[in-house]
């Protein structure tokens, strides 16, 4: 009996550093993720995932509506947002802080 249990302990040990190095950090950036996109607001400035920039001015659950430039709307999934750009007023307050 003891003998199985010892053969089985490398299988465990291997399951255990799989989980606290790949499934636990990958489960952690994408919770931060859809924190990140549930709390997108209009004027936010963010970067898309294709590297594009702009400014919300429209967004509904699935999709946002960028200003790249005063003639130009672009339309977007609300996925494709990769990061938001904090405004100069927060930068301020952080550095404050």
């Known amino acids: 009996m003891q003998q199985q249990l010892l053969s ?18 990958q489960r952690k950036r994408e919770k931060e993720r859809m924190i990140m996109l549930n709390s997108l607001r209009r004027g936010d ?9 702009g400014s919300i001015v429209d967004l509904t659950e699935e999709k946002v509506t960028l200003k790249v430039n005063e003639n130009s709307r672009l339309v977007f999934e609300r996925s494709a947002i990769n990061q938001v750009i904090k405004k100069e007023d927060d930068k301020k307050k952080d550095t404050e802080k």
């Open 8 to 25: 089985f302990l490398p299988l465990v040990l291997v399951f255990v550093v799989f989980y606290f190095l790949l499934l636990r950090p």
């Open 45 to 53: 400035k963010v970067i898309t995932i294709g590297g594009l920039h």
